[in-house]
């Protein structure tokens, strides 16, 4: 009924909208950024590839600006942490294509070092944005009187760890326990 580039741009749609529900459950704790909806985006680059990733990724980015979510200081600022940063986090498909052939060829080891590589990429790459930002616009509000680079660093650097903890875990956990999440 439905073509396959129609059901993965709903799907994409979809998971962008949880995405954006889930962010919004814990909020910022001491500026760190613990974000379950990166979860589900990560998990939808892995199940239908780079361009799909990052198309759930960069709605996912544009629903906070659209409900009046998002904390924007300039033009610039607004596009680099929501639509840009969540869109990097699609970037996590580049390892679709060696991610499922692991899967299909029964190497679990490979299959959950692809995972975890997905997660380190998708992960860093939004983070990265945000540090960026974080010297760029954020660093007049450093605290503890840190470098504008030091204060990014250690903000965006905890978030991005933590994120990777949370999303390692809870996708490995899916792996193990539901595989056909992934296909």
């Not at 990052?54 to 924007?72: C, D, K, M, V, Y």
Request: aromatic fraction near 14%; glycine fraction near 8%; hydrophobic fraction near 55%.
């Amino acid at each position: 009924m439905y073509d396959n580039k129609f059901r993965n741009l709903l799907e994409a749609t979809i998971i962008a909208s949880l995405a954006s529900i889930l962010s919004s459950i814990i909020p910022s704790i001491l500026n760190l950024d613990i974000s379950l909806g990166l979860i589900l985006i990560l998990l939808f680059s892995l199940r239908r590839g780079l361009k799909y990733g990052l198309f759930s990724g960069l709605l996912w980015g544009i629903l906070p600006i659209l409900f009046g979510r998002a904390t924007i200081l300039t033009l610039t600022q607004g596009i680099l942490e929501y639509p840009i940063a969540n869109l990097a986090a699609g970037l996590a498909g580049i390892f679709f294509t060696p991610f499922h052939q692991a899967l299909q060829d029964h190497k679990p080891t490979k299959s959950k070092n692809y995972l975890i590589s997905a997660v380190l990429v998708g992960c860093f790459a939004k983070y990265f944005c945000h540090f960026i930002a974080g010297i760029i616009f954020w660093g007049k509000y450093a605290q503890w009187n840190l470098n504008p680079f030091i204060y990014s660093l250690v903000i965006n650097g905890s978030s991005a760890l933590i994120n990777i903890v949370f999303a390692c875990t809870i996708l490995l956990f899916l792996l193990k326990k539901v595989p056909f999440l992934f296909s």
